[in-house]
């Protein structure tokens, strides 16, 4: 009787596992042969972004400059930076956006295909340039002294497509800024505190 069950366990659990890898299979084979699965490709840009020219290398007196960058390998989908609930960009693979803030503390997050993805605690300095990017991951993280991915910074500023907030940047900001809020306030006070991302002062460039 045990080893029926255990038996009919197995088999269970061999069909899930087939199950999910048919679905990975038709999602991947999805994203190659599908036109619009593919769209997100280097050269494409969101509908709330434009192109841009080559951005400012150092901020105005007293204000800090920080990049935001997508370094990633996934070319079907774009990553939406916030600064609390201020859109500041959507970067597709390849492509990096700059933004002037003033210096102090900042909350910015970052999602993609409508999920939440990482919020970053940040304290800037002024006068100060840094760097946020996606290069593992479609989320945003830190870019720290001392990691590997610092020495990489100035050939993703060399290779980006370079864009800006559109025409259509209003209405997406309009849309989707109280989702933005509730990111940002479970990452903060809420369940999911233990995610909450760091940027320090000390890590600009």
């Not at 199950?19 to 699965?37: D, E, M, S, W, Y």
């Not at 900042?106 to 304290?123: K, T």
């Not at 509730?182 to 995610?195: E, H, L, P, R």
């Amino acid at each position: 009787m045990e080893t029926g069950k255990i038996q009919s366990t197995a088999a269970y659990m061999t069909s899930k596992k087939q199950i999910f890898i048919c679905r990975a299979l038709t999602i991947a084979l999805c994203l190659l042969l599908t036109p619009g699965c593919v769209s997100h490709r280097p050269g494409f840009i969101p509908n709330s972004m434009q192109a841009a020219g080559p951005p400012p290398l150092t901020p105005p007196p007293g204000k800090c400059l920080v990049f935001f960058h997508n370094n990633t390998l996934f070319s079907y989908t774009s990553t939406a930076v916030w600064d609390g609930t201020n859109f500041i960009a959507a970067v597709a693979n390849r492509q990096s956006a700059a933004a002037v803030f003033d210096p102090g503390e900042h909350m910015f997050a970052s999602r993609f295909l409508g999920r939440c993805v990482s919020v970053i605690e940040a304290d800037l300095l002024p006068d100060q340039i840094y760097d946020i990017a996606a290069f593992k991951y479609l989320y945003l993280t830190p870019v720290k002294r001392g990691e590997k991915e610092h020495d990489l910074v100035s050939q993703w500023m060399k290779d980006a497509i370079w864009v800006t907030r559109g025409p259509n940047a209003a209405a997406f900001e309009t849309k989707h800024k109280g989702y933005i809020m509730k990111m940002i306030t479970a990452s903060t006070v809420g369940n999911k505190k233990d995610q909450l991302l760091h940027l320090a002062p000390e890590d600009h460039r």
